[in-house]
């Protein structure tokens, strides 16, 4: 086993890319990314995606990929687990280039979702969900989100417009972002009148709808150091999923999110270190009460005190926690398989000193989480800033 | 690049709009559909009675045109009617609004189709053929019926009615055309087979890449070979889908909310497809004053827009006497609900 590093990063802006296809879009953060890595050699490539099949009408998408970027040949394969397919493939590059098998591997999230209508995504976004017994009685995605967050509303006496923080900063980082699809600042007056999508949930609970692709450059970190001129190579102190039961009935705690909790203890036990290390974390903004949940079972707030680090500021970039710097799910976007290498990305641009007018000052830890459906498949990483 | 100025100067001698009487309210669409929750587009749509179709609107239409034209109709050697809800897919509606005004033998007559913009394809047609001094009077109609399908978003607000056009010499005009042009694209951002009963359409994609990037194209780039500016314009009007499209177009190209207040009627009356842009023009029309200029803009799924600048002449004081106006039509409402408009438009199977 040895140490691995991110060398190059890539990333396309999010959006609704009629023009491009899906193989463009994964190119184009390709090639950024093998660009930023200044490496010449791939040995792998390991591709995140949900709904290419579905969405597209095209699976296969490692060779497809790997072909139409100039790595014919080379290693390479779609790796899927709903909307945690990124930090998944990132999970597999890791493992290879850990284990010693391959020395530069490239690993790449994309998805292009605006080429259907509504219904057709809305229905193939519920094959994150348990086909048989929630999906078939028509549970949507953004329902089962709905239900957790009632439950959580309930349980600890919260009202819907204490969840509007998290919009608002996302929101806000996002104007600094190149990259995002909404650059653009809302109000708690917006997300109070904001259209109601399924009881609690309204739009600006929610995450978009759109494309986009974004990819990372692996490789050990003696490599890094010595090889290829990389100033600021970035370390994967951990990545470690856990998973938990895929239907929201089958539980055991439901407000617990065990695979989150699950993922996270095991990456810190990774890293040696715990949630007061952390200086910033990208969470798995894809609806509002997930953020909540997760900064609960991650150890940044008590069980039902989330919202206050929301209230209290603690997330801005200036706060205690920071999260979704860049804009996160929200407001940068959620191309879901993409997302997971998204948020790699953003982190690894807080740790170089690259993230501009949103830095995090003294960012040293960066930790980002990718769910897969209500919880089911949980990817947490943590990366560290070498000198 | 692509302005279109014929060899004579040509105009309008005579318009005529026809809007049917039944109006089914947004909030009725919205309970059945949505039990009556979310956003209405519209307040409104009006909707063809049992015995109604394009053919005897757009007659209906074509006779208010002839009246304000007062001209020998056999003189008439094109009448062409653009339509997406044509009764037939083969027996042109055309001939039968000729025969019906006195028009035929001696004449063109042929269906237009390009989604909304079917209507102005036939005017941009007409002028050619009247510019180029082949005819003396032309006419165009833009007319539909469009059907929208059960629970889609569409369904607020396709509706029916439409209008008139008799091209003819400048010197007898009440509106003279100063230029057109014509932007098209092959993008398929709304479209029906022809053994489908309801279009499909591409939500969202049909905004930017299709409404937005036509429209906008079209009318800048003819106000630029004209050289004219938003400001020189009294009224302005755009294919009105819904009430937000015309409203930001307007908006984007630099006209105010006054200029496009007479032509923006789709709140009222719904989107009547290839009617919208020129039923908008007629109610524009109705009030005019000798001097006035305005810009019409289509669009037509498919895509593309015709757009065309006018400048209205002394001739429009002596064309309204006796000939209903746009707003008198709308004001012509009978509201009906739900289930009477099902009737009306032939959703149920009776076998």
Known sequence: MRDVAIIGIGQTKVGEHWDKSLKELATESILAAI??????????????????????????????????????????????????????????GYVTVAGELADIVVVAGVEKMTDKPGDAVTASLAMAADGDFEAQNGLSFVALNALLMRRYMHEYGVKHEEFAPFAINAHRNAVNNPYAMFPFAVTAEDFKKSKMIADPVNLLDSSPVCDGSAAVVLCPLDMARHR??????????????????????????????????LSAHKAYSQAGLGPQDIDLFEVHDAFTIMSVLSLEVCGFAERGRGTRL???????????????????????????????????????????????????SDARLGMAQNIGGSGATVITTILEAMD | MGLLKPNRDVGIIGYGAYVPRYRLPATEVSRIWEGGEGALPIKEKAVPGLDEDVATMSIEAARNAMARARIDPTLIRAVWVGSESHPYAVKPTSTIVAEAIGAVPHTQAADWQFACK?????????????????????????????????????????????????????????????????????????????????????SRFTGEPAYFKHVMSAASELMEALGARPSDYAYAVFHQPNAKFPVKAGRDLGFSRDQIKAGLLVNEIGNTYAGAAIIGLTAILDEAKPGDRILAVSFGSGAGSDAFSLRVTEHITHRHEGVPTTRQYIARRVEIDYATYARHRKKLLME
């Open chain 1, 228 to 261: 290829y001129a990389s100033e600021h190579p970035v370390k994967l102190r951990a990545c470690a999923i856990a998973t938990d039961s895929i239907a929201l009935h089958d539980r055991r705690d439901l407000l617990g999110l065990e695979g989150a909790a």
């Open chain 1, 310 to 360: 929301g209230l209290d500021g603690d997330i801005a970039i200036g706060g205690r926690i920071p999260i979704t710097t860049m804009g996160g799910l929200k407001a940068r976007g959620h191309p879901v398989g993409a997302t997971g290498v998204y948020q790699i990305v953003e982190v690894v641009e807080q740790l170089r000193g690259q993230a501009g007018k949103n830095q995090v």
């Open chain 2, 118 to 202: 079917a209507g102005t394809e036939a005017m941009q047609a007409a002028i050619g053929f009247v510019g180029s001094g082949m005819a003396d009077y032309a006419m165009a109609v833009g007319m539909d019926t469009a059907q929208g399908r059960p629970g889609d978003a569409l369904e607020y607000t396709a509706g029916a009615g439409g209008a008139a056009y008799i091209i003819g010499p400048a010197n007898e005009a009440l509106a003279v055309f100063e230029g057109s042009l014509s932007y098209v694209t092959d993008t398929p951002d709304f479209w029906r087979r022809q053994y489908e009963h309801y279009p499909e359409h591409g």
């Open chain 1, 35 to 92: 660009k930023d890595a200044r490496t010449e050699r791939v040995d792998s490539l390991y591709v995140g995606n949900m709904l290419s099949g579905e969405l597209t009408g095209q699976e296969h998408l490692g060779a497809l990929v790997s072909d139409f970027v100039g790595l014919r040949g080379v290693e390479a394969v779609k790796i899927e687990a709903a909307c945690g397919s990124g930090a998944a493939a990132l999970r597999m």
